[in-house]
């Protein structure tokens, strides 16, 4: 079972920043936190990681609480092309047996 | 960012013959592939895990011997999906990571069985 929580939809106006939420209350010492999104009928993108520091990429930053059960990914400026389901994951990293379990995600819809 | 390659994109097949889909890591060695199933409306669903070399680990409820995983090579994995009914028309996405990185999803195969 996916070990994160998210909302199942969420807007957001274009050029405005979009915040997405994600729960992971029970995620342990080496996990990762990965975001992920999936534009419809298309393999997912992977957008940024993170363990317990918050990190910025050219696409996103990355919010993680101090007590790591908690963070949220933003979009600083969202655009129409940003419209899709964006997936929280918690996983070990530097492991082959580490598995890549999806949620539901969160239906992102940019609104113009 | 790496790229992961599906092929085909889209296959329809009849009722009952085998289709085979392959997963390639174009600029890297992948030492692990996932595959996934998606449904319309659906999160992906983890069908197995494949590490180079050695048999593939199916997830609980998936068919080993209806969706057979290879994965010979460090850049080539395939999927063969046997006597293949409609209930199993679906997108399936190949996934390739290189140790200590983050996993790259292929585009996808839309398979259709009429």
């Known amino acids: 079972d996916a070990k994160t929580t998210q909302p199942p939809s969420m807007d957001c106006a274009e050029g405005r920043a979009a915040n997405l939420p994600c729960n992971h209350s029970?995620?342990?010492?080496?996990?990762?936190v990965y975001w992920y999104r999936q534009i419809h009928s298309q393999g997912p993108q992977y957008i940024i990681h993170?363990?317990?520091n918050n990190e910025t990429n050219e696409m996103a930053s990355l919010i993680i609480t101090e007590d790591r059960k908690s963070s949220t990914l933003i979009l600083p400026h969202a655009t129409l092309r940003d419209t899709a389901v964006y997936y929280c994951?918690?996983?070990?990293?530097?492991?082959?047996?580490?598995?890549?379990?999806f949620g539901s995600g969160t239906r992102l819809s940019i609104r113009p | 960012g790496a790229v992961v390659s599906q092929h085909p994109s889209r296959v329809i097949c009849k009722s009952g013959t085998s289709v085979k889909i392959e997963c390639r890591s174009l600029?890297?060695?992948?030492?692990?592939m996932f595959w996934y199933r998606q449904f319309p409306k659906q999160s992906l669903m983890l069908m197995a895990t494949?590490?180079?070399?050695?048999?593939?680990?199916?997830e609980q409820g998936v068919e080993k011997d209806k969706f057979l995983i290879n994965h010979a090579s460090l850049t080539l994995s395939t999927l063969t999906v046997t006597s293949a009914h409609p209930e199993d028309s679906s997108f399936y996405i190949c996934?390739?990571?290189?140790?200590?990185?983050?996993?790259?999803f292929g585009q996808g195969t839309r398979l259709t069985v009429v």
């Open positions: 994951i918690v996983r070990v990293t530097y492991s082959s047996a580490s598995k890549i379990i």
């Open positions: 993170g363990l317990k």
């Open positions: 600029d890297f060695q992948a030492t692990t």
């Open positions: 029970t995620i342990s010492g080496n996990e990762y």
């Open positions: 996934s390739a990571e290189l140790r200590n990185t983050e996993a790259f």
């Open positions: 494949s590490n180079e070399g050695s048999k593939a680990t199916y």
